[in-house]
Structures are given as C-alpha cells and as structure tokens.
C-alpha cells in the first residue's frame, strides 16, 4: 500500500532556511509527479513547488528564487529547500503524488497519494 510521509518542518526565523522531505513507501513504479502544497491559517491550500520524472520544475510565483524542489539520489525520496523564509511562508506543508505528469494550475485534483503534513512556522 502506497503511503507518502513528510518530515522536517519546525520554527525558523524570517530569513532562515529549512529542508523538508518527502519519502514514498510501496511505490513500485516512478511517480510522474510529486508536489509540495501548503496552507495558511485562514487560507486554501496552494501548490508550492512539483517535479516530474523528467527533472522538470514548476514554482509558484510567491517561492520563485528561493525554494527548490527536487528528487534524492533513492527515487522514493524528494527535498523542498526553503531559503529566505518570511512569516507568510507559515504553513502546513504536504508532499502528494500523482500518477500524472505535472500540470501547471491543475491543483489538488492532479494528486492521488497526500502525506499529513509537517509544520513550518516562521517568525518575524
């Protein structure tokens, strides 16, 4: 059974840097795309940053620049690099997985697996 677990988030000051992971447990295939998504106190869950098999990125405009999604050298284990952290970043962050390559603007209904999130708070 496929189950997606993510770790790593904590409390940061703004202008700090985390690194979440992301490990997918009884894939036996290669995922076509993984997703970090977050959400906000009071707000809908937004996608963050995916990659697909192929390498290929997409970045929402609010993290361009300073976070990084990418794949380890195992391919059931992904990375979010978040540098320059701001407050607003404050969220819980899920990685998800989808059968589907990557599609720009498709949302939550792209994802088939959903871990259950891990916490980053970012303080001013």
């Known amino acids: 059974q496929e189950q997606v677990a993510e770790s790593g988030g904590g409390s940061v000051q703004a202008g700090g840097s985390l690194r979440l992971s992301c490990v997918l447990y009884g894939f036996t295939y290669s995922s076509a795309c993984v997703a970090w998504f977050r959400q906000g106190p009071g707000k809908e869950r937004e996608e963050v940053a995916a990659?697909?098999?192929?390498?290929?990125?997409i970045y929402a405009d609010s993290v361009k620049g300073r976070f990084t999604i990418s794949k380890g050298s195992d391919r059931n284990i992904f990375y979010l690099q978040m540098n320059s952290l701001k407050p607003e970043d404050t969220a819980m962050y899920y990685c998800?997985?989808?059968?589907?390559?990557?599609?720009?603007?498709?949302?939550?209904?792209?994802?088939?697996?959903w871990g259950q999130g891990t916490q980053v708070t970012v303080s001013s």
């Open positions: 998800a997985v989808s059968h589907k390559y990557c599609e720009e603007g498709a949302g939550q209904g792209l994802y088939n697996y």
């Open positions: 990659v697909d098999s192929d390498g290929n990125t």
